[in-house]
């Protein structure tokens, strides 16, 4: 349905909030949040390959969920101030070739954009992983 408007700031410097739902993943050793990533990437790519999409929008949004979750890694590396993984496929196999899929060629021009754009935001972090 239609979204309500709330013009107040709901949260500032969420992962931090203390008592906030994400308080505790500071807390969390890289091993946990390692099991986590590949828990959420297994679940969110099993819904992609049920979404009625042509081949070409299945491989858009199987990028997109790598992007989401290449960017949520490299987020919780910075509050664990450590190393979760040492390449991309540690957290799905699927996540080997981290390069633009042909089909994203056949999304909605503004999603191709701002997936292009959320991957050359990532990459010089996974070309850093590489090293």
């Known amino acids: 349905g239609p979204a309500l408007h709330v013009p107040e700031i709901?949260?500032?410097?969420w992962e931090r909030r203390t008592g906030g739902l994400t308080a505790g993943w500071a807390k969390l050793t890289p091993p946990e949040i390692k099991?986590?990533?590949?828990?959420v990437a297994r679940t969110e790519l099993a819904v992609a390959d049920h979404v009625p999409a042509s081949e070409a929008e299945r491989q858009a949004l199987r990028f997109c969920i790598f992007l989401?979750?290449?960017?949520?890694?490299?987020f919780m590396a910075k509050i664990v101030r450590g190393t979760i993984i040492d390449k991309?496929?540690?957290?799905?196999?699927?996540?080997?070739?981290?390069?633009?899929?042909?089909?994203?060629?056949?999304?909605?021009?503004?999603?191709?954009?701002?997936a292009l754009a959320a991957h050359a935001r990532i990459d010089p972090w996974l070309a850093s992983l590489r090293r």
């Open 10 to 13: 709901l949260y500032k410097r």
């Open 35 to 39: 099991s986590g990533l590949r828990a």
């Open 68 to 74: 989401a979750l290449m960017r949520h890694t490299r």
């Open 88 to 114: 991309p496929e540690d957290v799905h196999e699927a996540f080997a070739d981290t390069r633009p899929p042909p089909g994203l060629d056949a999304v909605d021009p503004q999603i191709r954009q701002w």
